[in-house]
């Protein structure tokens, strides 16, 4: 049997098939080439009216609207910062200083933003409240903010040492630097507390008012003591003046713990009598005073000069105002050679700063 018909049909077949993909690619050919020609014919449509606007005006950009932020009573403005700020957070620890030749309680409390009076209670054992037993070497306790520093004894409770030293209960154990269990405070004896705005009576360490009438009883402090009875003599004018030529304060100024002014004298410069009066002691004194030259003006006013290298008026004499009593030195208990100055009236402390011109 002769199969060419079934040849030609399936040629004829894919004959049909080729030509209708051809057709169909001619079709998508067409359709594009049509689409781009519409678009171009667009594009010049709009040229030539661009044109011919441009050709009577000239050309112009359109500008944006000017961006303006709402603005509200309540938003926040921050500026940009560059730099880190790293925060200082206070000190709650004990650090130890020693003592420098020159130092003074008064100025290594300043050094430390904190009041002498910390100092002495933060050291009890080195200076045993006495701010002239300061010497060069010694460690001391610096606390971190004023206050008392107490060694825990047996048998103590935290509302008998609160009480101690006029503190709330709570102020010691708030303190972070106690490390205390807040529901439960232990404390074992030996252990070092720092009690914050504590305070305490301070043992001040100096030489009774001595009156002219009754000079025989400076004879228990010390060498210098006088033992007569001075009634009568010069009477002060009642205006005081510097008792050296130095008017410099160096060392401890006045405060609780120092009742007196510590003033820039050298050993061996003259030291002049603040006011006229009756010397009723004269040289050396016990307590760490050194020499000492005390003056009865005679109107209530007592002044006393201390740490002398050596005095130039005795028992009973009537000296002047401007006059030399003693030179300047660094006896008794002292860190360096300076004026100790004290003034008093009516058996009580004077800042001399108040009465000095």
């Given at each position: 049997m002769d199969s060419r018909p079934e040849f030609y049909k399936a040629a004829r077949k894919h004959w049909l098939a080729y030509g209708l993909y051809a057709l169909l690619a001619l079709a998508g050919l067409l359709t594009s080439i049509w689409a781009t020609w519409l678009n171009v014919s667009s594009a010049w449509a709009v040229d030539g009216l661009s044109s011919a606007h441009d050709a009577s005006s000239p050309t112009s950009i359109p500008s944006l609207p000017v961006y303006a932020p709402a603005q509200s009573e309540t938003s926040l403005s921050r500026q940009a910062n560059i730099y880190t700020v790293f925060p200082v957070r206070p000190r709650v620890d004990v650090v130890r200083y020693t003592v420098q030749t020159g130092d003074s309680v008064f100025g290594i409390a300043g050094e430390f933003n904190l009041k002498p009076e910390t100092l002495l209670m933060g050291n009890y054992s080195v200076l045993n409240d006495n701010p002239h037993l300061l010497r060069p070497g010694q460690e001391l306790n610096i606390l971190p903010l004023d206050g008392a520093y107490y060694e825990w004894k047996d048998g103590d409770r935290i509302s008998m040492v609160a009480n101690r030293f006029h503190v709330e209960v709570q102020d010691i154990v708030d303190w972070v630097g106690n490390d205390l269990d807040p529901v439960n405070p232990q404390i074992d004896p030996g252990t070092w507390i720092t009690i914050p705005d504590g305070t305490r009576a301070l043992t001040l360490w100096l030489i009774p008012t001595i009156a002219r009438g009754s000079a025989g009883v400076g004879g228990a402090l010390g060498p210098g003591g006088c033992y007569g009875d001075y009634s009568g003599g010069a009477v002060g004018t009642g205006g005081f003046i510097w008792p050296s030529s130095s008017h410099e304060i160096v060392g401890n100024n006045y405060w609780s713990g120092h009742l007196a002014i510590d003033i820039a004298v050298g050993i061996g410069e003259a030291v002049w009598a603040s006011d006229t009066g009756v010397v009723v002691f004269s040289g050396w004194s016990y307590?760490?005073?050194?020499?000492?030259?005390?003056?009865?003006?005679?109107?209530?006013?007592?002044?006393?000069?201390?740490?002398?290298?050596?005095?130039?008026?005795?028992?009973?004499?009537?000296?002047?105002?401007?006059?030399?009593?003693?030179?300047?030195?660094?006896?008794?208990?002292?860190?360096?050679?300076?004026?100790h100055f004290e003034t008093r009236s009516g058996g009580g402390f004077v800042n001399p700063m108040y009465v000095l011109p």
């Open positions: 307590g760490g005073y050194g020499n000492v030259v005390m003056i009865d003006h005679g109107n209530g006013w007592l002044t006393l000069y201390a740490h002398l290298n050596g005095v130039a008026v005795g028992c009973g004499q009537n000296v002047y105002r401007g006059q030399t009593i003693a030179w300047g030195g660094s006896t008794g208990n002292s860190s360096g050679p300076h004026l």
